[in-house]
């Protein structure tokens, strides 16, 4: 997955309100975004998208709308589930090396 892929602030925001994501929702992605310098990785960045409340296909149609072709967006998933796998597998086990 390389390249980079740009949406403005405001046709992010026009997204969101079209899709029904809250204003509040969206004021906290966008306060998110900013303090990453406005940069985010993929992965990261559809994580957000999820948390408000978005769902894969309608997430999917934000990331082809910004020329992300599909099977970038097939990646970005996969990745995303690889990463929760890892996380929630590292909390469900208990190591102990003696």
Request: proline share 1%; no cysteine; net charge positive.
């Amino acid at each position: 997955m390389t390249g980079t892929f740009i949406i403005s602030r405001i046709e992010l925001e026009r997204v969101l309100t079209g899709l029904g994501v809250s204003t509040q929702k969206i004021e906290g992605l966008v306060t998110a975004l900013n303090k990453m310098h406005r940069h985010s990785n993929a992965v990261a960045f559809v994580g957000m998208l999820q948390k408000t409340g978005l769902r894969q296909p309608e997430i999917a149609n934000i990331l082809r709308r910004i020329g992300v072709d599909d099977v970038t967006v097939t990646n970005i998933f996969n990745s995303l589930d690889e990463e929760r796998i890892k996380s929630a597998f590292g909390r469900i086990v208990e190591l102990k090396v003696e």
